[in-house]
């Protein structure tokens, strides 16, 4: 009867044992793989703070680039859009007196009219030296998923205006006038003379428009990035 308790009583402790032994295992193995989770996910941590400071560094660095181009945009705009002003101004008033009749078109060619009002010796036609290598290179990178949607769209209209606008009325002026064989033909004066005119008045409004489109968005990005305004200051 003896033997049998202590028989019953071995087994009991040794399921106890047992037990303790598991749920010493489970604990053991719980932290282990806790501790290999917690390495797993710091390094992994760790890896994406490292990518997101890279980005961050790529996307400071772009739209810093990107904010000076379009401030040389804007003094670009601001000089030819003066020069064309009083450009247009003159040409109109003389396109008025060759239609009128006060100014015999066919005396002289089309070149003789018109080249006497680009007074200037280097940039003779005054067209503004925009560019958009900042805006192509920020589009081309990885920090360009990180910017604020509305700002990039109105960034992209912006760059939008600038190629359809003044660029493409610019190669129009070169294309039609310039370049073209009507310049240097006496009975195409008058007709050169007018759309001369007429160009050159449709460049000066769009250059207006897009300097003020050019300013906004330089507000924009000095609104969403402060260190822009912090460099302004130094």
């Known amino acids: 009867m003896i033997n049998l308790s202590l028989y019953f009583f071995d087994t009991i402790l040794y399921s106890i044992e047992v037990k303790i032994k598991l749920k010493q295992n489970i604990i053991n193995y719980s932290i282990e793989f806790i501790f290999i989770f917690s390495s797993v996910y710091f390094a ?4 994406k703070q490292g990518e997101e400071a890279k980005i961050k560094k790529i996307e400071r660095q772009a739209v810093t680039m990107l904010h000076n181009e379009l ?10 859009f003066e020069y064309h002003k009083e450009i247009t101004e003159n040409l109109s008033t003389y396109a008025d007196s060759v239609h009128r009749g006060l100014i015999d078109a066919e005396k002289l060619r089309p070149i003789e ?4 009002f680009f007074y200037r010796r280097a940039n003779s036609l005054g067209f ?3 560019k958009e290598i900042a805006w192509q290179t920020l589009q081309n990178s990885e920090a360009y998923v990180y910017l ?5 769209s109105e960034l992209g209209e912006l760059y939008y205006i600038q190629d359809v606008g003044v660029k493409s009325t610019a190669k129009g002026i ?5 370049n073209s064989k009507s310049y240097y033909q ?19 409004g769009q250059e207006e428009f897009l300097l003020y489109f050019t300013n906004k968005a330089i507000e924009s990005l000095e609104n969403h990035y402060d260190f822009l305004k912090d460099s302004e200051g130094e």
Do not use: M
């Open 113 to 116: 009219h018109i080249k006497p």
């Open 71 to 80: 401030k040389e945009n804007a003094i670009q705009l601001e000089k030819s």
């Open 186 to 204: 006496r009975e195409e004066s008058e007709a050169i003379v007018i759309q001369t005119a007429y160009y050159f008045n449709e460049l000066k």
């Open 148 to 152: 604020d949607y509305k700002l990039a």
């Open 128 to 130: 503004p030296n925009i």
């Open 174 to 178: 070169i294309n039609d006038i310039f």
């Open 44 to 47: 992994f941590w760790l890896t």
